[in-house]
């Protein structure tokens, strides 16, 4: 069964992304870690405890920096492939 996280990212990216919770949880522990999250335990919708995760402002410029570096290599890709 998927964790609300993973229900997230699989509906925000519209089912294209499917993360394991083997994946998703280490990786957001390094985030932590980083600085780039902050994350704090809550009541959710029905009334169980869950941890919540915000993204911390070195978390944004970090994600810039991402995202920047994956649009160059999306790019570089698509050249190859038209070129195919």
């Known amino acids: 069964m998927a964790t609300p996280s993973q229900e997230r990212i699989e509906q925000l990216s519209e089912n294209v992304l499917q993360v394991g919770e083997g994946s998703l949880y280490p990786a957001l522990h390094r985030m932590d870690e980083a600085g780039w999250i902050r994350s704090e335990w809550a009541a959710s919708d029905n009334n169980r405890r869950a941890r919540y995760y915000r993204i911390t402002a070195a978390g944004r410029r970090q994600l810039g920096e991402e995202e920047a570096e994956w649009l160059r ?3 570089g890709i698509t050249r190859v492939l038209r070129m195919a």
């Open 73 to 75: 290599a999306a790019a």
